[in-house]
């Protein structure tokens, strides 16, 4: 089964421009999340979409907003970027919510875009 | 969020066991522990989670404190391969979820 994949991997961006990032989650996962992960404030939680919802949401300005597709592919964009969005970005996705009947604990990583913004 | 303490480094030396110790003093009744690693230029990888009695699988057991106000990630015999930061999380047990790192503990494996 192939894993999380995200696009593109690499990309520079000029500040003040804005920025859509794709993920595809393991086929038949239906939640996919996103995190963010800087040297300075390691890894943080940005949102997690469930059957095109957002259903929890962490502490980053509205600049930041994502989307699910039926298909539960996933992108999140990033407006009006600014220096300190440079980061890595990271996509993870698992079956369903925990709870739910055929739940999993178990959330996948996928390898990340690396956003450098100039 | 309950918060997770754990040391920032750890060294070890291959074919040896380690333990990471993880405390979590302010953890509810209902938190589960999680175990996730993140190896050089990886996403975090899934280790193991368990919410009170030990667990165990291919990559990990996790041994939980009776309190469950800190628990142990042990590696039975580590290789150069398990070199990575290892987080240890606590999450609710329903609904989304997002999932709070900490800084993490970076292990060092000797040859």
């Known amino acids: 089964k192939a894993g999380v994949t995200q696009t593109p991997r690499y990309l520079i961006k000029t500040r003040g421009q804005q920025v859509t990032l794709s993920c595809s989650p393991i086929s038949g996962h239906r939640s996919v999340s996103w995190y963010q992960q800087t040297p300075g404030q390691g890894l943080q939680f940005l949102f997690e979409y469930f059957s095109e919802t957002q259903r929890n949401k962490g502490n980053f300005p509205g600049r930041f907003s994502g989307r699910q597709f039926s298909n539960s592919r996933s992108e999140m964009n990033v407006s009006t970027l600014e220096l300190g969005d440079s980061a890595l970005y990271l996509c993870a996705s698992r079956s369903t919510l925990p709870g739910l009947a055929g739940s999993s604990y178990e959330q996948y990583f996928g390898p990340g875009t690396r956003l450098t913004v100039t | 969020d309950a918060k997770t303490t754990q040391p920032n480094s750890m060294e070890s030396n291959e074919e040896e066991p380690v333990h990471l110790p993880c405390n979590h003093s302010t953890i509810s009744g209902t938190d589960y522990i999680h175990w996730y690693r993140q190896l050089p230029s990886q996403g975090p990888e899934y280790v193991i989670h368990?919410?009170?009695s030990n667990v165990n699988n291919r990559m990990a057991s996790l041994a939980i404190a009776e309190d469950r106000k800190s628990s142990t990630l042990i590696l039975h015999r580590a290789t150069l391969r398990d070199a990575a930061v290892y987080y240890c999380i606590l999450s609710a047990p329903q609904g989304a979820q997002k999932l709070v790192f900490g800084q993490g503990t970076r292990l060092t494996i000797n040859p």
């Open positions: 368990g919410l009170t």
